[in-house]
Every structure is written in C-alpha cells, then in structure tokens.
C-alpha cells in the first residue's frame, strides 16, 4: 500500500477552474485503477485547522496498492494533465502507513505495513475529524493556540490544513523529524493535552482518525520549497 499527498497552486486566474475541479475529478478517481480510497481536499491559509480557506491551493489524498498505481496515474491520467496545465506549483509526498485509528467517512483507509516500533526518522502525521455541528464553537475557539505551539515545537517542519468542507470537516498534515519530537508536542505539551483532554469531555466529533507515515519520497514544492528536500 502507498498513500499519496499532492498539493497543488493555480494560477490565480484559474480558480473558478479549481472549483470546478472538486466536481469532475470524480468521476476519473472513481475509475482510476489501483486507487483504493481518495479525497478531493481544500486547504487553509496558516498550514492547519482554518477558517480561511486558499482559493489558489488545493490537495488530494489517495491510497494505492502499488506505486506502480500511482505512477500510471501521475503520468498519464486526466487529472496529472488538468495540474500540468493549470497550476503553477505541486508538491507530492509518497508514504507507507505505520499506525492508524479511527474512521473516515465509516472506512479504515490506512492498513499498517511497517510495524511501528521498527522505523526510525522523520514521520507524517494525519489528524482529520468530523465536528459536531453544536460543537464548532468549542473547536474553533482552541484552534489558533495549538497551531501557533505546533509551529514552534522542537522537530516541527511544516504542515498544511486539509478538508472535504468548510468549517465542520477539517484535518491537518504535519511532517516531523522524528516520532520522539511529534509525540513530545503532542502529550507532553500542557496547552495540546487539555485541548485534546477537551475534545473528550465535551465530545467535539462524530468521527476522527490519527494515523503516522513514513515518508517515503518528496517531488516538487510547497509555497516555494520541499520541505523534505535535505531529510529523504
């Protein structure tokens, strides 16, 4: 299993085009060979959860049983060739899963191929969740904090908010430099772990998942660099 994360820039003229493209990428991924699970995704403008979304940049995240799959996709399929001619920017990364729970949308996407206790080095993180429609109050109110401590964390190298909808449907994919320092923000940070303590007690999503990956390879760039160029 591989799992792909491409994000790509249109030229500003372009947007209504990328718009239009949430719709007819569809049917194309419905059909593509060897795509197992996929999601057409929105982007925020501060590299996690966001209220504000970049009309310019969007994302697709798709499993694949080989990378032979996914290479007969970047390649020739019409959606590589809608990005060749309309953006100005994409970035993709290739990884394996290590760990995974919870759901999206009733599915368990990410199988485990790598047994977690055995990789060393920089790891993906995927933190996606449906909110409670009478609880976005509650969690957009936290959001700002955790992402401003995210940023400045030991290890940190970037992230990118990521969405099926605005406002209720929202994940964000972090890249660290090591398993260590991601879970070092993530429990042992006092400001994370009562958010986090919140999401529980006050029971925030209807559906959430958490899965790790171990980044495999980095083409092209993000908002002007790739982020893994001097790690992989």
Sequence with gaps: MMVSLTIVRYKKVYMPLALFAMAIHRLPLML???CSFWKLL???RN????????WQQWGLLAVWDSQADFDRCQKNSFI??????????????LCEPLQSHGKWDGKEPFKTTIADSEYQGAIAVLTRATIRL?????FWANVDG??????????????VGIGEAPVYRQATFSLWQSEEQMKAFAYKSREHAEVIKKTRQENWY???LFA???PIASYGTINGTDPLKNIL
Aim: include cysteine; charged fraction near 25%.
């Design 32 to 34: 593509q060979r060897g």
């Design 42 to 44: 929105g982007t925020g």
């Design 47 to 54: 590299g996690t959860f966001d209220l504000n979304p970049d």
């Design 80 to 93: 590589a060739k809608w990005w060749r001619t309309f953006c100005t920017e994409s970035w993709t990364l």
């Design 134 to 138: 009478n609880r976005l109050k509650n």
């Design 146 to 159: 955790v992402a401003n401590l995210m940023k400045d964390a030991p290890g940190y190298i970037m992230s």
């Design 206 to 208: 209807s559906e959430e």
């Design 212 to 214: 790790r990956f171990k």
